[in-house]
């Protein structure tokens, strides 16, 4: 095990309930250095934010551009870093975990949706979730994201906590259901016991950190939430550039 897994494993470790461990999501490598520099201990890429920043609609970035992109972030800094790369692209989990490592990353977000056919039969993923388990052995971070409040599923936390000790047997560190309402946090805590740590997801207009630390996040992850709030003042700043012109 290298010495920023076991970093990033620790961090997720022995937290207290207002200190939940949060992971802003670096696009580039120069927002990555930037968060760095603010004093985080680790960052987590995310697939939308990366996506953006090459061009390309959520969803829609090729892996190689994907992979080389979480390549640069990791070189640029000296924290470790966990990669969102969505539903795996399709790649066999030896390749994945292979390619994966190659990049430096030492963390993986790995989602349960399916593009337009929406979520993927739970058994099917966790198996699929043990495979990439078994491939990477201590040597990845796997934050396994579950999209059932994305899917319209008529009990959202049910479904979310079938499926995540599915996937904490399976070898997964971490649940990610991501979009859960600040409300139904206690609820998947408890329904989760000591089994995994819960991975939540922050607005701008939601609870603050500590609060969503004490409803039963461990650690809290932002998506391109800063990218587009970065995107909002370099509009400002055009405006600005353009008012001055002429």
């Not at 985080?40 to 697939?47: E, I, K, R």
């Not at 939308?48 to 972030?73: H, K, N, Q, W």
């Not at 003042?233 to 550039?241: Q, T």
Request: charged share 20%; glycine share 10%.
């Amino acid at each position: 095990m290298s010495a920023a897994v076991r970093t990033l494993r620790a961090l997720h470790v022995g937290r207290a309930a207002d200190d939940p461990l949060v992971l802003p999501g670096p696009w580039d490598a120069a927002s990555a250095r930037a968060f760095e520099a603010a004093g985080f201990q680790a960052l987590a890429t995310p697939s939308a934010g990366i996506a953006a920043s090459l061009g390309y609609e959520d969803g829609s970035t090729p892996a190689d551009e994907m992979f080389a992109a979480v390549a640069r972030i990791v070189r640029s800094v000296s924290v470790p870093v966990s990669a969102d790369l969505e539903g795996g692209y399709g790649l066999a989990p030896k390749e994945l975990v292979g390619r994966v490592l190659e990049t430096g990353a030492v963390g993986v977000n790995l989602e349960d949706s399916d593009g337009a056919s929406g979520l993927r039969d739970a058994h099917a993923h966790a198996d699929w979730l043990a495979e990439v388990r078994a491939e990477a052995g201590d040597a990845l971070f796997v934050n396994a994201r579950t999209d059932v409040y994305l899917s319209g599923a008529p009990d959202p936390v049910a479904a979310a906590l079938d499926r995540a000790l599915l996937y904490a047997a399976a070898g997964a560190d971490c649940v990610y259901p991501i979009c859960a309402p600040p409300r139904d946090l206690p609820l998947l805590r408890a329904g989760l016991g000591d089994a995994l740590p819960v991975n939540a997801f922050a607005r701008p207009d939601g609870p603050a950190f500590a609060e969503l630390g004490r409803l039963g996040a461990t650690r809290i992850t932002l998506g391109p939430g800063l990218l587009l709030r970065t995107l909002d003042h370099v509009r400002d700043l055009a405006e600005e550039l353009r008012g001055g012109v002429g």
